[in-house]
């Protein structure tokens, strides 16, 4: 079983559309939580932080279940410029703080 | 925006050749990492080190070597390079710990081995 699991989309929504993701994974001592975006060939970029009493920016909001051990991510007023994969990174519970990433969710925004 | 940058961009190599890619950081962070990511795949962490002369290999085996010499310097060699290492290779950098573990990523080296 991956350490980070989502799934792989395609999520192909319309402009304006809300669309969640979901991102389970395995060690319930991992630590920390994040949202990276990555473009068509290029590098990933931070999107978020998660933390457990949640956060939102903008018309990005994140959530963390610790219970259930997933963490989702919501967008609202979908744009085409949302259009990325949108990777789940956590960081376990090893001194070596690496961070361990999910395969990514393909989002594609349909105008 | 992050100030780390990784030379080539792409690189078309034969069989056997000696290859270094270079990665550089000029935000004094004392952690950096080599990532692999094939197309449409998950990143994989095959380098890190978390300071000068400190280097350590990561989950996925790869044949390559890194040095870190100077913080700001995260050089990975391939010493006779196979079409099996074909792929998007990618260097971050962090400075911190836990939630502020943030990595900062370069725009990453394509390497095609014919």
């Known amino acids: 079983r991956k350490e980070v699991e989502q799934d792989p989309g395609p999520f192909n929504v319309p402009e304006g559309a809300t669309v969640a993701f979901n991102c389970t994974y395995s060690?319930?001592?991992?630590?920390?939580f994040f949202w990276y975006r990555q473009d068509c060939r290029k590098e990933p970029k931070l999107l978020m932080s998660?933390?457990?009493s949640g956060n939102e920016d903008g018309r990005f909001t994140a959530q963390l279940n610790r219970a259930s051990q997933y963490i989702s991510l919501l967008i609202r007023d979908s744009k085409l410029s949302d259009s990325a994969t949108y990777l789940c990174?956590?960081?376990?519970?090893?001194?070596?703080?690496?961070?361990?990433f999910g395969t990514g969710t393909l989002l594609a925004v349909q105008p | 925006e992050a100030d780390i940058y990784q030379t080539p961009r792409y690189l078309v190599i034969g069989t056997g050749k000696k290859i270094t890619l270079e990665c550089s950081q000029t935000?004094?962070?004392?952690?950096m990492y080599w990532y692999q990511q094939d197309p449409g795949m998950e990143l994989h962490l095959i380098h890190y080190?978390?300071?000068?002369?400190?280097?350590e290999k990561g989950d996925l085996s790869s044949e390559s070597t890194v040095s870190r010499i100077r913080t700001e310097h995260f050089p990975l060699t391939l010493e006779s390079a196979r079409p099996s290492h074909t792929s998007q290779y990618l260097c971050?950098?962090?400075?911190?710990?836990?939630?502020?573990?943030?990595?900062?990523f370069g725009a990453g080296t394509r390497l095609s081995v014919l």
């Open positions: 998660v933390y457990s």
């Open positions: 990174v956590v960081i376990g519970p090893e001194v070596t703080n690496k961070l361990i």
């Open positions: 060690n319930s001592a991992s630590q920390s």
């Open positions: 971050a950098s962090s400075e911190g710990l836990g939630g502020q573990n943030i990595q900062y």
């Open positions: 080190s978390y300071g000068v002369n400190s280097t």
């Open positions: 935000m004094g962070h004392d952690k």
